[in-house]
């Protein structure tokens, strides 16, 4: 059996639609000019936490996630429409981490109250049209480019549930006894320990108020190191605003189940131990147990337990269980009001800052050769991978285009000094290219227009001389 409080899902934005190459047609309107519209931006996916959920159970089966892609641009200047942003539900008090995230790297949202949502992925920009690139030196460009490519990333989720009681004590004490006598769960019950291998939640309806309470599982002296799944149930604990400490009274050592699992906690996480506590001594409707308790109570006080804070229960008669549900009131009208209680310092996005999913500059770049048989040269960097990736070869001007922004960004100028030569592969990005010394347009257009032939694309915008130079 497995507890579905952790997750690895995989997560991406939406591509962009790509640019639109046109120009006006109409009647008495000669050189109409440019008109490709713009492609639309792809959608982003969102974590919203749905009240409805209390598990991550949803995710075994489906861990793709993938946001709608923008429209393409059409003519008459018509922009394509942005994709559909996605939203995936996830109970509240998730932790969004990234799957290789370093260690000690703020997670990338922390989702506590119902409907709160975070930003986890970008969808990619939209291609440009050609009526975007028209100038008073061109004004009648022939290209377009690709859309972007949406982020996309491996996300590991954890589930630390919200809860206003969490219910703690060692193995086979009674906690899912008392869980489902104060609300309507229904956990599984039996006489061996371990009975419990995955938190219960409940809800507990009394003198007109409701209260959350969590059954978390048993837990063994070593819990806060690992021992057994100590750290799957620990954090259960973090979110709890009070903690019942069940106390088995059939024990052979009350006081010792009592201080070890105090100890696991304080090991753990220090604030846990800090938390408002209240200790339940259980199952006094056995004689031997109830016989006991005045002693167990007595040692308690003596270790600064208030004495408000020690009740007698019977999880399976129901005795003692109304007083204790009330002292919990008592504590937590006691209690600060907080709207959200957080573990980390994650600095969840709930708007997109800016169409871009890279801030890198286009003069940003690293450079790696090859020399061992056939020469290759591998330009790698963000922002030039990211224009490569949406530059439309098909258009020659597109091709000029990107040999300039090589001149301009010191690409070129680096590969001449690294000993670059005639013939030399040159991967940028996703394209691969053939190094030439002669930088001319007319040695560019034929070697563009070789290479649509070469690999049978049609060659658009090439009914005439390129005009760009």
Request: aromatic fraction near 6%; include cysteine.
């Amino acid at each position: 059996m497995r507890c579905f409080d952790t997750a690895r899902i995989y997560l991406k934005g939406g591509d962009g639609g790509r640019g639109c190459v046109a120009f006006r047609r109409e009647k008495y309107v000669p050189r109409g000019g440019p008109a490709g519209g713009n492609g639309g931006d792809g959608g982003a996916v969102w974590a919203v936490a749905d009240a409805s959920l209390n598990s991550l159970a949803a995710f075994r089966k489906r861990i793709h996630f993938r946001a709608a892609p923008g429209g393409a641009g059409g003519g008459s200047c018509r922009h394509g429409a942005a994709g559909e942003d996605l939203e995936v539900p996830v109970p509240p008090g998730t932790i969004v981490r990234r799957r290789d995230a370093a260690e000690g790297e703020a997670p990338l949202a922390e989702l506590v109250a119902p409907g709160e949502r975070a930003l986890l992925t970008l969808g990619g920009r939209g291609g440009r049209g050609n009526a975007s690139f028209k100038t008073g030196r061109n004004n009648a460009p022939t290209l377009a480019e690709h859309g972007e490519a949406g982020a996309e990333m491996w996300a590991d989720l954890e589930l630390q549930l919200v809860a206003d009681v969490g219910i703690v004590g060692v193995p086979n004490a009674g906690k899912s006894t008392l869980l489902g006598v104060v609300s309507a769960a229904r956990p599984k019950i039996a006489d061996y320990p371990f009975t419990t291998l995955v938190p219960n939640l409940g809800v507990c309806e009394l003198d007109f108020r409701t209260t959350v309470f969590a059954d978390v599982p048993g837990l063994l002296e070593g819990a806060h190191a690992g021992r057994g799944l100590g750290h799957e149930f620990l954090r259960h604990c973090q979110r709890s605003r009070v903690l019942v400490h069940v106390v088995d009274g059939t024990s052979p050592d009350p006081l010792g189940d009592y201080t070890a699992i105090r100890t696991e906690l304080e090991l753990f996480n220090t604030a846990l131990a800090e938390k408002p506590q209240v200790v339940a001594y259980n199952k006094v409707d056995v004689p031997d147990s109830g016989e006991y308790f005045e002693e167990v109570r007595e040692a308690l006080l003596a270790r600064g337990v208030a004495e408000a804070d020690i009740l007698a229960v019977s999880a399976a008669t129901g005795q003692g269980v109304t007083p204790l549900v009330r002292r919990l009131h008592a504590l937590l009208d006691e209690l600060p009001a907080q709207e959200a209680v957080r573990t980390t310092d994650a600095e969840n996005v709930t708007r997109p800052p800016r169409r871009s999913i890279s801030d890198a500059r286009i003069d940003e770049f690293d450079i790696e050769a090859n020399l061992a048989g056939l020469r290759t040269w591998r330009v790698t960097g963000a922002a030039i991978g990211r224009f490569a990736a949406m530059t439309n070869w098909d258009y020659y001007e597109a091709a000029a285009r990107f040999q300039k922004v090589l001149e301009v960004s010191g690409i070129s100028r680096a590969l001449r000094a690294r000993g670059v030569r005639e013939g030399d592969t040159v991967v940028v990005g996703g394209a691969e290219l053939i190094w030439s010394d002669d930088q001319s347009a007319g040695a560019l257009y034929e070697a563009w227009r070789e290479d649509r032939r070469a690999k049978g694309n049609a060659m658009q915008g090439s009914s005439r001389w390129p005009h760009a130079t």
